[in-house]
């Protein structure tokens, strides 16, 4: 069983930055994959990136490479989100999930574990 928890979201202005963390529990999160997804209102989830379990491969949704980057610290069982150039369209509630098989994916149904999401606020 792993449970992750979220932070980092909050408002920030457009072309601004933020972190996210997910920080999960567990003796097992070095060996997930971990993914963030994010999902505004009257949207469907859809994937914004994802890391292998060691870190070595990193995936990206089209809408946020070059402006987004995930990382991983398997001694501190967090994974980060660093969001720069931040979008209006990026504006969503921020989820974090795990997926045991290690490898990472796009799809959410790969994924075991959920974290309750951290909003995001973009303003013009």
């Known amino acids: 069983q792993v449970q992750l928890v979220e932070s980092g979201g909050g408002l920030v202005q457009a072309g601004g930055s933020l972190r996210l963390s997910c920080a999960a529990s567990g003796r097992t999160f070095s060996s997930y994959a971990m993914g963030w997804f994010r999902q505004a209102p009257g949207k469907e989830r859809e994937f914004v990136a994802a890391?292998?379990?060691?870190?070595?491969?990193?995936y990206y949704a089209d809408s946020v490479k070059g402006r987004f980057t995930i990382s991983r610290d398997n001694a501190k069982n967090t994974v980060y989100l660093q969001m720069n150039s931040l979008k209006l369209e990026d504006a969503a509630v921020y989820y974090c999930?795990?997926?045991?098989w290690g490898l990472g994916s796009r799809s959410q149904f790969e994924y075991d574990y959920w974290g309750q999401g951290t909003q995001v606020t973009v303003s013009s």
């Open positions: 890391i292998d379990w060691n870190g070595v491969n990193t």
């Open positions: 999930a795990a997926d045991r």
